[in-house]
C-alpha cells in the first residue's frame, strides 16, 4: 500500500478530497446529478519554514483541516438549501456586514462547536475523575483513569450520534471516502466494482487521529501533574496544541510505514472507524471517485504503484504526440468529435506538436441525418513527416539502436513513415461515447490516408 497524499472528509450527502492546493467538493444533489466544485487553498509547500518544523506543522494542519472542512460543509449544504429564503435575522445581519452574514454565522457555529468539545472531553472527564480522589491517592492513576474516561465519553458520543439517520448516512459517504482512497492505494483502477471491495479502514484517518490525541494526553497528563483544579484545566487547554501536533506526526509517519510495529500502534484508530465508517452504497461511491478525479491523476499514481510509466493526460489541449493525417469514418456522426479525438491520441509518436482540441470543428461537420462521415483530421493538427532515408541509413540507425530505444516512434523516424498496418489495427475498435458504440476506422485507400502539403489546402473537410 502505497500513500497517495490524498486526505478527505464526509460531508452532507457527498465527499470532499484535497490533494497539495486543491480541494474538490463532489455532492449527490436532489435531482441525482453529481455536482462538483474544486477550490484552491494553501499547500504545505507554500509555507514558512518555521511553520513547516515537526508538531508545528500539525497544529497548522489541523486548522487548515477545520477551516476547509467547514467551508466544503457549507459547500455541501448549499446544494439542499437552493430556493429557501433567508430569515429575517439572516437578512438584517447581511444588510448590517455587507453580505458575510453567512461567513459570520460559520464563524459562530465553528465556535460553539469548539467550546462544545473543550466541555465534554475536556472539563467533564477531570471533573468525574474529580469524584475519584477521594478513593484513588496515587496521581499518576488518577490521570490514567481522567483519560479512560475521555475515551468512554467519546466512544459514547459516537455510538448515540451514529443512531441519527443523516448521521448515518454521513458515515456512509465516510466509509465511500476512505474506500475510494484505498482503492487506489492498493493499485487498484478506480472503478466502483474495485471500491466496492477496499477497505474502508484507513491510518491516516481523523477518526484514528482524535483517539490518538486522548490516548497521548494520557501519557502527557500521567507526567505532568498539577493539585490545583484551575491549573490543571488550564494546563489541558494549552498542551492540546502540542499534544495534536505529536499525533500529526504519528498519523504522518504511521501514513508512509508499513511495518508491524506501525500497523500494531494503528489497530486501535482503525477499530474506532468501524464506528465513523458504514458500507456505502454504489452511488455514494461515485460520487468519492468523482470527488478525487477532480484533483488527483490516479491513473499516473497507479502506473508508478505497478512501476510502469504513467500516461499521457488524456485532454488534447496538453498533449505532445506526432501524429500522422489520416481519415477517420465515424459510424455514428453525432459522436464525431469523440471519434477524432480517439483516433489521434491512437497515433504514435515520434516528434513533439501541440495538439489543439478538434471537438469544436468537428461538431460543425456532423450532419443531421447521423450517417457515416469521413473527415481528414490533418487539419486540425500541425505535423511535419520525417523525412524519408536510403536504406544503408536505416540498416545503420537500427544497428546501432539498443533494444530499450527500439520504440514505434523511434521506427517511425527511421523509415521516414508510419507502418499504416500497425495503425489500422490499433484504430480498429469499438470507441463508447455517452452510451453509444462506434466503431472507428481509419481508410487504407493511400490516396486519403496520409495527405500531402499540397493537397491539404483543397481538403473540403
Known sequence: MKNSGIGGQAVIEGVMMKNGGKYAVAVRKPDGDIAVEVKTCKDESQRSDFLKLPIIRGVVSFIDSLTIGMGALTLASNYYVEGEEQSAFEQKLDKITKGRAEKIING??????????????????????????????????????EGLIRVAIFVLY????????????????????????????????????????????HKRCGT??????????????????????????????????????I???????????????????????????????????DDMLEVAIASIEAVFDWEAFVARYHGKAPKKNKDNSKKNEKRSEYTV?????????????????????????????????????????????EIDISQFFDIKLPSAESDTSKKSKKKDRTESENTPAQAAADTGSYEDDAILAALDFMFEYNGKKTEIEISDDPEVCVTGPEEESKSDN
Open 108 to 145: 459562530v457555529t465553528v465556535f460553539i462547536s469548539v467550546c462544545f468539545a473543550l466541555v465534554i472531553f475536556v472539563l467533564l472527564p477531570v471533573l468525574l475523575s474529580g469524584l475519584l480522589a477521594g478513593v484513588v491517592k496515587d496521581q499518576v492513576l488518577l490521570a490514567f483513569f
Open 329 to 373: 469514418k465515424s459510424s455514428g456522426a453525432a459522436n464525431v468529435a469523440a471519434d477524432v479525438a480517439a483516433a489521434s491520441a491512437t497515433a504514435p509518436a515520434a516528434e513533439t506538436a501541440e495538439v489543439p482540441a478538434p471537438a469544436a470543428e468537428a461538431e460543425k461537420m456532423a450532419p443531421a441525418d447521423n450517417k457515416p462521415l
Open 158 to 201: 459516537i455510538v448515540l450520534i451514529s443512531q441519527v439517520q443523516d448521521i448515518k448516512r454521513l458515515f456512509m459517504y465516510h466509509g465511500a471516502e476512505h474506500k475510494a482512497i484505498s482503492c487506489i492505494e492498493n493499485g487498484k483502477k478506480l472503478n466502483v466494482e474495485n471500491a466496492r471491495t477496499s477497505s474502508r479502514e
Open 208 to 245: 484514528g487521529f482524535i483517539l490518538n490525541v486522548m490516548v497521548i494526553s494520557i501519557i502527557f497528563f500521567m507526567v505532568i501533574r498539577v493539585d490545583n483544579m484551575a491549573l490543571k484545566l488550564l494546563l489541558r487547554l494549552l498542551l492540546i496544541p502540542v499534544i495534536a501536533g
Open 247 to 281: 499525533s500529526y506526526e504519528f498519523l504522518r509517519f504511521a501514513g508512509n510505514h508499513d511495518s508491524k510495529i506501525v500497523n500494531i500502534l494503528s489497530k486501535p484508530g482503525m477499530l474506532m472507524q468501524r464506528l465513523t465508517t458504514r458500507e456505502p452504497e
